[in-house]
């Protein structure tokens, strides 16, 4: 069978649960319906002869794109919310009971409750929740670690089941942990840093962090608290898509952005950021009291 005939068979075979999965993202009709086109080019462009999971594949990025594309509205503070029309998303023909399970689980009130989560909590817990991909799958779509990607999605899922308390306690309590490391940092506290760092913890740097603090992928508290100790002069606390975290600004622009995963009251895991097209797609807010 010709290759491109062969994609466009496999692609249409997918294109419901491609549409499903964009619409439960985005929230919008028009947009899934982008998203999966988007997904088409892609693949059009692409060699996908070391492709095993085509179906995966296509998952990946159609949710690339809707977070991109969530990123975006968050920016321009737009945030579309169509009524669901399910005879749009997936053919009932096919499938009526399939239909009308979509039905009842994309109503309009999940949708609105989606539309409050950030970006990278609302593809993690509709990626998992919804379509059981497995967290260290998830954790490279959205540019955080499985540990970060599990929290997200434990978040969202509160919020969508409507137990707000206990999220918000936990949050004080991450603050008071990130507020210590950071004042630790500062004052090139070891033993301030060693009290709130977990003995496994790992901070993992992309590569243009890397390079700005010449520093690698490091592992164990002693390590990790070698390598913050007398830094973070100009950090600042924030909300990093929904999660703790710290910014770097230098003259106004947006230079690092160092993500927390916090977990039994230790700090688990430290993701720095700093390649420019990753961190214009962040979603942050700066925490001044």
Not at 42 to 52: H, Y
Not at 116 to 142: G, K, Q, S
Not at 174 to 193: M, P, V, W, Y
Not at 228 to 239: D, L, V, Y
Request: glycine residues 8%; negative net charge; aromatic residues 6%.
């Amino acid at each position: 069978m010709d290759e491109k005939k062969w994609l466009a068979d496999e692609f249409e075979a997918n294109r419901a649960h491609l549409r499903a999965a964009a619409y439960r993202m985005l929230g919008s009709r028009s947009e899934a319906e982008d998203a999966v086109q988007e997904a088409w080019l892609r693949l059009s462009r692409t060699d996908t002869t070391g492709v095993g999971n085509l179906g995966g594949w296509l998952t990946t990025v159609v949710a690339r794109i809707c977070l991109d594309m969530l990123r975006t509205r968050k920016t321009r503070r737009e945030e579309p919310l169509e009524a669901p029309v399910h005879g749009g998303i997936a053919d009932p023909a096919n499938d009526p009971e399939r239909e009308a399970a979509f039905a009842d689980s994309v109503g309009l009130a999940l949708l609105v409750v989606l539309q409050t989560l950030a970006p990278a909590e609302r593809v993690a817990f509709v990626l998992h929740d919804m379509f059981d991909l497995p967290f260290d799958e998830i954790a490279p779509i959205i540019g955080r670690s499985s540990g970060a990607t599990r929290q997200l999605a434990s978040r969202a899922r509160r919020r969508v089941q409507g137990v707000d308390e206990a999220p918000d306690v936990d949050f004080g309590r991450k603050r008071t942990i990130a507020e210590a490391f950071l004042t630790a940092s500062r004052n090139g506290d070891l033993e301030g840093l060693l009290a709130v760092l977990a003995p496994d913890v790992v901070f993992r740097p992309d590569a243009t962090a890397a390079r700005f603090g010449t520093i690698g992928e490091t592992r164990g508290a002693a390590h990790v608290a070698e390598a913050f100790k007398g830094r973070a002069q100009a950090a600042e606390i924030a909300i990093v898509d929904g999660e703790l975290g710290f910014v770097v600004q230098i003259k106004g622009q947006l230079r690092v952005v160092v993500a927390l995963t916090i977990a039994d009251g230790r700090i688990a895991a430290i993701d720095a950021i700093a390649d420019p097209d990753h961190l214009e797609r962040l979603d942050y807010s700066i925490l001044r009291d």
